[in-house]
């Protein structure tokens, strides 16, 4: 009996140590280190996650106005907390220490700040942005040892003579020389409009060539109440310069020509007026000789008149054959008096082949005394208005010659009639004619001197 007990003793001491080795083997890893499995999971849930650093978006400010306020606009984005700093740091070419003003949260991610206007003499300004969140993490965009640079871009620059006085219904001719030191010019504009309108109309300058740009006003613009007008220019930056404003425009006064009449009808007025002389008690045969005769060689003469004139120059010519008569004195037209060009119509003339103007014993053979100031200003309006200014050039020359040919003292109308003559000769290709034409406009005889100065910049040399 004693050795079926030591038998069961022993089986019992051999399954116990199986399950002592069995229960070993499988005690996890946590067990292992003396830490419950419950322990373990509870610190997975309660350790912190790692902090995120703030993320910067920001486009460099290149070029921009340093005399004006600089706007800076960033950003700034932190999924995991609030941002604590957010600055910009900046100083001048020049300058050793940096400045800095605060970024405030506009909407969203949207942070904003401007850096200040700076003195004219200042030409680049170092800037970078520095953020930090509530954590303490920071990030830059630039440093302050390798900062962003923004240089110093300045207006575009107008030069413009004022326009004053213009004819009604007539268009008129906007010339500008726009330059930018900087950068360039992405766009320049004229607004205008009647005087006592409230909106402006806006025309593009077209550019010609070298700095200059051009546009014209249409004519039905131009009403008897004034003209109102002011150009801009913007570059590729966005600085905008004007000559005159929307608040001060040019003012331009709008003077109302007396009625339109023909050179024919001039001519026929002529006629008539020197028939009523020889008609009358105390005839001068010697002026209407001379009158009839030089109009009678018109071309533009009507035909109805044409025997009128010689029977008249006959009965002249038979008169003074009688009796001789001393030749009356020549009366003036009283005009403001100007300075006149340093040049001739006869000097520019000379030296010019190709010139297609009349035969010198026509139409520019009347006597000054035939025309009167208003009559000589309707023959001026014809040739610019009929004919320069739709493109008719040789008819234009031969009006214009007649006026500058009579030599007249007048505020405006030689210089004036020197100018179109120009224009007229350089789109004939006639260059050398239109070099003499333009250098016979002075600031005494006309006000399209600075006008005429712009027209030689275009003529190829």
Not at 166 to 177: C, K, Q, Y
Not at 231 to 250: F, K, M, Q, R
């Amino acid at each position: 009996m004693s050795t079926w007990y030591n038998r069961i003793f022993l089986l019992v001491i051999l399954f116990s140590s199986s399950f002592l080795v069995r229960s070993e083997t499988t005690t996890s890893p946590a067990n292992q280190l003396g830490v419950s499995e419950s322990s373990t999971d509870q610190q997975k849930i309660t350790e912190p996650p790692p902090n995120q650093t703030p993320v910067i978006t920001h486009t460099v400010v290149v070029r921009a106005d340093l005399q004006q306020p600089i706007p800076i606009s960033v950003e700034i984005s932190n999924s995991m907390g609030e941002i604590k700093n957010a600055k910009v740091f900046y100083r001048p070419l020049g300058n050793s220490i940096f400045q800095t003003v605060d970024l405030s949260r506009q909407s969203g991610d949207l942070f904003t700040a401007e850096i200040p206007a700076q003195d004219e003499k200042v030409i680049r300004i170092a800037y970078y942005i520095s953020v930090t969140d509530a954590q303490g993490e920071g990030i830059t965009h630039g440093s302050r040892n390798d900062p962003n640079q923004i240089l110093a871009n300045r207006k575009p620059v107008i030069v413009h003579t004022e326009i004053t006085r213009v004819r009604l219904d007539s268009p008129v001719s906007v010339l500008a020389e726009i330059t930018d030191s900087t950068e360039r010019v992405v766009s320049a504009e004229v607004f205008h409009r009647t005087t006592g309108d409230s909106l402006f109309n806006r025309l593009e300058l077209i550019f010609q060539s070298g700095k200059i740009f051009e546009v014209e006003i249409p004519a039905p613009a131009v009403q008897a109440a004034g003209l109102e007008y002011y150009i801009s220019a913007t570059d590729n930056h966005g600085l905008v310069s004007t000559h005159g404003s929307a608040e001060e425009p040019h003012q331009v006064r709008v003077r109302v020509p007396p009625p339109f009449v023909s050179f024919s009808q001039l001519l026929r007025q002529t006629h008539d007026s020197m028939v009523n002389q020889l008609n009358s008690q105390e005839p001068n045969y010697t002026l209407g000789l001379s009158q009839l005769t030089a109009i009678s060689k018109s071309s533009l003469l009507p035909s109805d008149l044409i025997s009128s004139c010689q029977r008249w120059i006959s009965v002249c010519q038979r008169e003074l054959a009688r009796k001789p008569v001393a030749p009356p004195s020549r009366p003036s037209v009283e005009v403001e008096t100007v300075s006149e060009p340093s040049q001739t119509p006869a000097q520019l003339d000379e030296g010019v082949e190709s010139e297609p103007s009349p035969e010198p014993e026509e139409e520019a053979a009347l006597p000054t005394e035939t025309y009167t100031i208003e009559q000589l200003v309707g023959i001026y309006t014809d040739a610019v208005k009929n004919y320069a200014m739709k493109g008719q050039s040789e008819e234009a020359i031969n009006r214009l010659k007649l006026i500058v040919e009579l030599q007249i003292n007048h505020r405006y109308l030689m210089g004036n009639s020197y100018f179109w003559l120009g224009v007229c000769h350089r789109r004939l290709g006639m260059y050398d004619k239109a070099i003499q034409y333009f250098n016979g406009v002075t600031n005494e005889n006309s006000f399209k001197f600075k006008e005429a100065q712009v027209q030689l910049g275009l003529i190829p040399r």
